[in-house]
């Protein structure tokens, strides 16, 4: 770790350019509206290391998949997200010589991030052909309209006489730089543009997915507009303006941009709509448009603003983690989903993981009205006949259904055996994430209108996944890779096998539901899946009720794994730290056989199913295998904030705590510039909602168990229940909640009820 | 399987052209020397599908890794055996039409593999450009001078009038189908020619060796000389011969190929050294030259011939398995290794694998003077310090080796983390090797020049690889893969366990036998190694002595993993044969949690320490693994066959038996296109000496129990033992053993003591 950036309690700063860290910059400060986003690149040239990317929401590409070694059951592509036409720039020319900070350095460089209303500028000062020149580059991604975006660029000449061109650019000439094949992902389909303006359409390879983009740009000096020449490019258009401006003149490009995919408009007019939204843009101006984003961003604030008072490192953090994921996922299309990187990089795809149904479902459940989390369901409810097809390919039959690990479309991207095949336990996440949003959300309706139909194929799977061993007398799961992926092929990985039993229980109580108060819905949804349940009920029973769970004879503790004791047992402490991380320092074979835990995976299932175990079971565990743990994956802190929390282990809980909330801002692993840990943002605000906070929401009634670190004054969170807004505040004289808006609701505050409003 | 060669006792014969079986013929009508060799393609061009190729034994090209997702210590490369200049073309246009077999589709086609004398012979009929023409193509790769090879082409017109214009090429000019990146491999150093013939020297790139080739050629019309035309090719030289031929002319091209490395001449004389072997070639004439290679195949069947009567396609199998492992390892240079397809195909690249150890080396004890064996010995003692590299990137220390999965000089080059870190099992085959090198041919001496070496090497390994369990109150060894492939990643594999204490105590021995009659060189030698006995011999003793076996409770049953007794306990008989091999048709995931075995694993470790265990415990475990074994690798029947002719179990040892050795020549799996099973075909020679022979060599004295199936009337095979050549009669009469040259020798048949000479 090493701090680079500024602490603010509501901003992002650079202060002074780090070329070394452009890219992790460029991460960093990203901005995006949900539906499309792009790193912080520069707007003008850069010829620096970087990587130049915009990203459009749910549209993909399925890369040719690179394999050493192919394994039957491995799918033929991995769908990336894909680098798509660049609306950012504005190249800069003075008197000749292009601006570019790799070769002019910049003085009083300052990159900012305004989290509060979603705005990054850019500024510095530079000397350049004989000139000094003062620049302010400011941009961003409307949250009002979301097909829109704005970019100000700002010129002060502060000294001598410059001749400006610049060249406002819509350009499609665009690359993936992780193609595996360095195939290009974007065909032009139309392009055209005038003096004013112009347009693009493109669309994918294979994929066909088709994008409308539209730009106006106009340019004053000292607020004299200048002529436009139209500059066709060979993918795109840009506007060129050339001036001449002296010292103490001021030049200003603003430029609009509309975006638009075919999933929201007919593809014939897809132009038609982009230039009208990029003319709506420019008729509203920069200052209205602000506005109105600004106040798109104070609603989101309202409903998920975190204040730590007396730690602004750690409230830098937890906004900086709010602001992220409301730039990832807006809730308002059931084909988008929270991208491990969000729109911040192009690593890992821009898939789905069990990520977003673990960690970030619980965010979004907190902060927005159910609606949005409700979209989360519904993008697996869509992707069901592919997750049945996925088991199918694997050998699985009569409806079970396996949910991929990573993908954009429902079919399985990923092809590494151990992971692809065996680390299952993501098919459970997708059951829990349905109980969990019914638990929270009290629209239990959802069962009949998609829930039970995934709840059904999940338990179709688990219940082929199982075999009989004779030996045990039991049921057991062999061949698996728990959370913890340290572990590979294992046998009875304890929480795996609980999760599969519970979701065949949760099945059975599901199906009860369905017969009480959908009997119509399930009818149909019966016959569509070919389910009777006379021939399936009894053995998920079986399973559930006879499944076989490894544990440590003569404790509580129950074992990762089959033979997990036979491994030397060693601590995490007792390791060097020249070793760690150790998935950097060690083989992988030395890193399979070692005890050592990249993430919480038995204390996984205890943060699912917390209530099945009393507090001394629950502190064993934790004594257990925390102190085997390397927390190598970015969403194993969390976990364990919210378990120490729940044990009142303080330190162990704000040594979790501070692990997990600037991972991505102080660059913790180095590994920021590929882009941002998007989803374990979430576990840092489960960190202190469900954590410090202690909040659970029991039998339909929010229940606070809150917890001050003494490293704070206080804390107060935003929360959503059930159409209300709740503020909860936790300061050395207890934990106050009060009601910002929504019908009276009864609470409980460290085992007291109250009521509220 | 679907038989479509002929059936011969000492040839492989192709009657009728099969362009659908092309790929598979060009592998199985191989040629080579050991030096050299090539696939059977056709002399004159083929636009059918078909793969060139042309092998250079230890020339080799480190191919960048392919992978699709990185593990800390995989190897950069992967080393490939390289497609080399093909000096076989010899194109011919008639009447300006190029003679193709693709497109003239031959009459009378017939292709014949004489393995007696080791020659390629290809005839046909054709109707090209208005003539009608019947030619007969015959080469060899001389096994009397393993530095040159020969060509004849000969043409008669049966009808028309021929223009006939025949290019003899030497061609530089190729590609590896299987290159990752489409890389080339070699590059131009020098080339020149004249209307004699011409040479090319090429070299590798990135390793850098150093190939010289020259050829000579001359035509004849009627015996009549045509003139030769020098033709320069861009990579390589040709020399154009043009005549016309009436009905009833005899045309004949020979050509007389020198091939040189800078292995065995110095860099600035290969040019002139090619030459002068091509000009030698050409001196002595088709006649002499394949006269001379004739006496030399003479003298390796004299060591290996196997005769098996009443069964002509096991005899001509057995040939075939013993010819082209004489191809692929002559034993003359401790650089070359036996390649699991030879000089056949490109497939797995030319490295090798512990085939060479467990298989091979039997092969070449039984079949060659000692001095054979011992290079391949010698060639993994100078991988010595390699495998020691290879072990410290994976975090061992002390001078511990790993030898590589997959190699060319001593680097690893397999990437696939269940196999490359896991399949550690081969690293104890090269100490068993030693001890069946020093057994079977009573050269204790080995084990000062070189065998002390690799043991403790070997030693050093496993002795930080196992780790105590104090749950199990033994040494255990986690994260393994066994010699049965269809099980990754597990812990205590038997044979695993098995191999690993025998190698310590086989240590403990060595350093005894080392201490009492090498003492000079031990000293040497423990200096060079920094060992001290008494730092580490105690250990070796602890984790031999106290090494963990699982067994199935109640029987004397070995289980071949922790846990295996939890798996669905199904036996291959009740697969379906449209699920066969799983391989190909099961998930890797089903095969990984089936029960079922691909190659023998426990029963190999019962193959390699028979003496440990008596019948009743052999049985026992042959009855339980051989009805789980699927015997998809094809280095498992063999295994089978001598397993279970020492048990008495015919109808099983043959049924074995008939599934190795004909392999590729009846092409069961479908894969013989991509080169023959090299390696497998020694294990066809062990069924054969060791399984119905019941060969083995106790206490310095040769021991046989042999068995006559009931599908032959007889067998013969002859046996190198010690400076003496056997002969081994098998008939309803009894055994025969015969002393065909050498010392007066004691032997034992049936457990009776016999003199023989």
Redesign the interface.
């Known amino acids: 770790m090493e701090r680079y950036l500024d602490i603010d309690p509501w901003k992002v700063v650079e202060t002074g350019f780090h070329p070394d860290r452009q890219r992790s910059s460029e991460s960093i400060f990203s901005i995006g509206n949900g539906r499309f986003g792009q790193r912080a690149n520069h707007e003008e040239a850069y010829s620096g290391d970087h990587l130049r990317g915009s990203y459009v929401g749910g549209v993909y590409y399925p890369d040719k ?5 192919w ?3 491995y799918p033929e592509y991995f769908a990336k997200v894909l680098n798509a036409p660049d609306w950012t720039s504005i190249r800069v020319r003075v008197n000749g010589e292009e601006l570019d900070l790799a070769k002019q350095a910049p003085r009083h460089f300052r990159r900012t991030l305004d989290m509060h209303i979603g705005l990054l500028t850019r500024s510095f000062e530079v000397d350049i052909a004989g000139c000094i020149l003062s620049v302010k580059a400011q941009r961003f991604c409307s949250m009002a309209d979301v097909e829109t975006a704005h970019v100000r660029y700002a010129i002060d000449v502060l000294s001598g006489e410059a001749n400006l061109e610049m060249e406002a650019e819509l350009n499609g000439d665009v690359q993936n730089e992780d193609a595996n094949w360095e195939e290009r992902f974007w065909e032009l389909f139309d392009k055209d543009g005038d003096a004013e303006g112009g347009y693009l359409l493109v669309k994918t390879r294979k994929t066909g997915f088709q994008v409308g983009h539209a730009f106006r740009a106009t340019c004053t000096v000292d607020g004299q507009p200048v002529e436009a020449h139209a500059s066709p490019l060979d993918m795109g258009h840009a506007l060129t303006f050339a001036c001449s401006a002296s010292a103490g003149a001021s030049v200003l490009i603003d430029k609009q941009v509309g975006l638009v995919r075919d999933f929201d408009h007919a593809p014939d007019t897809l132009i038609a709509v982009a230039q009208q939204k990029a003319a709506d843009a420019e008729a509203s101006g920069w200052n209205a448009a602000r506005q109105d984003h600004a106040m798109a961003w104070a609603a989101i604030w309202e409903g998920a603003d975190i204040v730590i008072e007396g730690d602004d490192a750690a409230q830098q953090a937890i906004r900086f983690n709010v602001f992220h994921l409301n730039q990832t996922y807006t809730g308002d299309d059931p084909r988008l989903n929270v991208g491990p990187k969000g729109f911040t990089g192009e690593k890992y795809g821009g898939a789905s993981y069990w990520d977003t149904e673990a960690y970030c479902l619980p965010f979004f459940l907190g902060t927005h009205p159910a609606s949005v989390s409700r979209q989360l369901l519904v993008y697996r409810r869509n992707h069901l006949e592919r997750a049945i097809e996925n088991a199918e ?3 699985f039959s009569g409806g079970a259904a396996l949910y991929p690990m990573v993908t954009m479309n429902g079919e399985e991207c990923h ?4 992971i692809t ?2 680390e299952i336990h993501r098919n459970g996440a997708m059951v829990y994430a349905i109980h969990n949003y019914i638990r929270q959300s009290g629209d239990a309706a959802y069962m009949a209108e998609g829930g039970w139909e995934v709840v059904l194929g999940v338990a179709r799977f688990w219940a082929q996944r199982v ?6 007398q039991a049921w ?1 799961m ?2 698996v890779t728990g959370p913890n992926e340290y572990e ?5 990985n304890w929480y795996t096998n609980r999760l599969a039993a519970w979701c065949l229980q949760y099945a059975g109580e599901a199906l009860d539901w369905m017969k009480a108060y959908a009997s119509v819905a399930l009818a149909e949804q019966n016959a569509r899946w070919s389910f009777d349940e006379s021939d399936e009920r009894a053995h998920w029973e079986s399973v559930s009720n006879g499944m076989f769970y490894p544990a440590l004879e003569g404790t509580r503790v129950f074992l990762q794994q ?2 997990f ?5 060693r601590m995490a402490d007792d390791l060097d730290d020249a070793e760690r991380p150790i ?11 070692s005890v050592f835990i990249k993430q919480a995976d038995t204390l996984q299932g205890f943060y699912f199913f917390e209530d099945e175990f009393d507090d001394a079971t629950h502190r064993e565990n934790f004594e257990f295998y925390e102190p085997r743990t390397v927390h190598e994956s970015s969403l194993s802190p969390c976990v364990h904030v919210v378990l120490a929390a729940k044990l009142g282990m303080e330190e162990k809980a704000v040594e979790m705590y501070l692990r997990t909330a600037r991972l991505d801002l102080d660059d913790y692993n180095r590994e920021a510039y590929q882009g941002l840990h998007i989803t374990s943002m979430a576990g840092t605000w489960m960190s202190v909602v469900e954590g410090f906070g202690g909040y659970r929401v029991v039998d339909g009634v929010p229940h606070f168990k809150p917890m001050l670190p003494s490293v704070w004054k206080s804390y107060r969170f935003n929360l959503h229940f059930r159409g209300r807004q709740l503020q909860v505040a936790v300061t050395p004289e207890g934990c106050d909640v009060s009601l910002t808006s929504g019908d009276p609701l009864d609470i409980v505050v460290d085992g007291e009820p109250r009521r509220l409003g």
Not at 415 to 418: M, P
Not at 467 to 472: H, L, T, V
Not at 488 to 492: G, I, R
Not at 583 to 593: A, V
Request: charged share 30%; net charge negative; no cysteine.
């Open positions: 998949t690179k394999v050493g070694w394994k039957n059951g390919k694997l050998g092809n590494e055996w151990e095949f065996e075999n009989w061993s004779e030996a045990k057991v062999l061949g590979n092929n294992v046998n009875n089959d033979g004791m036979d491994k030397e047992q998935n950097q320092h060690w083989s992988w074979d030395r890193i399979l056989r």
